[in-house]
């Protein structure tokens, strides 16, 4: 057996980094085990979905690494979809429905103030054909109910039935099929919800584990009977904890919350993210990996939270800054050229810099002040002017190299007095304008001579 995943968003909105985490478990897994990852868009929903949505998604997964073995969507595939129904009416498990939502939130209502869980009671089997006749006469059209197999001979009278399956991330897991609805799986329109699409397409593309968020374990229950009902192999099921914002609220692709397109825009490594969205919730410390056959080897489900995890933001700053620190050249060449760092100094200047920044583009800073003019002017008292100037008087003769500081400075010190800060700061405040920044020794060779005397006087 091929371990077989699939990765299943609605095109109604931008990935969020929940989304991420779901799709990355998927990736890993399947990555782990030889197996392939199916990407599956779920754009059934006629109203919301949109063909640019799907396009981003598909940007989000090749920023972070995910290449799909196979696409398929859902708007392509209504005929098995039509099929699967048709099988269903005539094995008499899908049967019509004329309520109208306002009708069933007042049943709902009705059984709440009686105590009584809001659960469907079938009240549509009660229907004659003439009382459907009727119903359509006046312009009543049918949802379609999955009829759960949770009765012996009447299913006017259900009892408890229990579906049992040992999940991947939880154990064993169950749920009994009278807590639940009978399952609307064809609106009104003739659309479909997500649960029998769903169904029909795990079977025919074959998929063995389905790995997806806890907030699906309840239907877990009614998509094994429904999986029998079609005569198909339910695969294995895991439902991680779901991530929230640091207030506990839910992510939502529409709200644009923690966006792979904002996260992105914000300079962010695919790495952090990556990280972040994995192992936050999961048992060892949430560190930077470098890449995801790394991140695939710290991926466990055992020992992982129940309950939700909150998502900080601030913790992608700290793994994104470990990642650029470790960076070697030749992932950001490219981006270095595009701000103007001379090919035959990109080394020199990303070793200079790069512990200075907590992202790629902050090194754009640096550019300026190792090859450029200084955008800012040195806030210097009348003393350390003076001082300033007389250092210029005595820089060392020749190119700059890596022990030019260390002779030039040693040289101030016995020639002033001076030492430590009083000695330093002046210095890099006249060279760089800032009173921070990468180590001199290391800098100074980049700014070059003309550079320093100019900035200097």
């Known amino acids: 057996m091929t371990v077989t995943v699939r990765f299943a968003p609605s095109p109604t909105g931008h990935l969020h980094i929940g989304n991420l985490r779901t799709a990355l478990f998927n990736w890993l897994f399947a990555r782990r085990h030889g197996g392939r990852f199916v990407l599956r868009f779920d754009d059934t929903d006629r109203e919301r979905s949109r063909s640019e949505y799907a396009d981003l998604i598909a940007v989000d997964l090749v920023w972070i690494g995910v290449s799909p073995d196979r696409v398929i969507r859902q708007s392509e595939r209504l005929p098995l979809y039509d099929a699967a129904a048709e099988r269903l009416k005539a094995a008499g498990l899908l049967y019509p429905c004329y309520e109208t939502p306002e009708e069933l939130d007042r049943k709902r209502k009705r059984l709440a103030a009686r105590n009584l869980p809001p659960v469907y009671g079938r009240e549509a089997l009660r229907l004659t054909d003439a009382d459907r006749q009727a119903l359509e006469a006046k312009g009543r059209k049918p949802h379609w109910r999955f009829l759960l197999p949770n009765f012996a001979d009447d299913p006017l009278a259900p009892r408890r039935t229990e579906i049992h399956w040992d999940d991947l991330v939880r154990g064993p897991q169950t749920v009994d099929l009278a807590s639940l609805s009978d399952p609307v799986l064809v609106r009104a329109d003739g659309s479909y919800l997500y ?131 470790a960076m070697p050249l030749v992932a950001v ?110 800098l100074l060779p980049l700014i070059g001579r003309q550079r320093a005397v100019a900035r200097l006087g």
Request: proline share 5%; charged share 20%.
């Open 195 to 325: 649960t029998l699409p769903s169904i029909v397409d795990d079977g025919d593309v074959g998929i063995t584990h389905v790995i997806r968020g806890d907030d699906h374990v309840t239907n877990t229950g009614v998509q094994i009977a429904i999986f029998a009902a079609l005569g198909l192999t339910a695969p294995v099921f895991g439902h991680h904890n779901l991530l929230t914002t640091l207030s506990g609220e839910g992510l939502s692709k529409r709200s644009g919350a923690l966006s792979l397109v904002s996260l992105r825009e914000a300079g962010l490594e695919p790495m952090a993210v990556a990280s972040l969205a994995v192992l936050v919730g999961l048992p060892g410390a949430i560190d930077a990996m470098p890449d995801l056959d790394e991140l695939a080897t710290r991926m466990q489900f055992e020992g992982s939270s129940q309950s939700a995890s909150k998502f900080d933001p601030s913790e992608l700053d700290r793994l994104n800054a470990d990642l650029v620190h």
């Open 333 to 442: 060449a490219d981006r270095l050229a595009a701000m103007g760092v001379p090919a035959g100094q990109a080394d020199a200047f990303w070793q200079t810099v790069r512990a200075n920044c907590a992202r790629v583009a902050d090194a754009a800073e640096w550019v300026g002040v190792a090859f450029g003019d200084l955008d800012r002017t040195p806030e210097l008292s009348g003393e350390d002017r003076q001082f300033v100037a007389a250092a210029r008087d005595s820089l060392p003769e020749g190119e700059f190299g890596p022990d030019t500081w260390r002779e030039w400075t040693g040289a101030l010190k016995q020639a002033t007095g001076r030492k430590g800060k009083a000695l330093f700061m002046p210095l890099r405040l006249a060279l760089t304008g800032r009173d921070h920044g990468p180590e001199l020794a290391a």
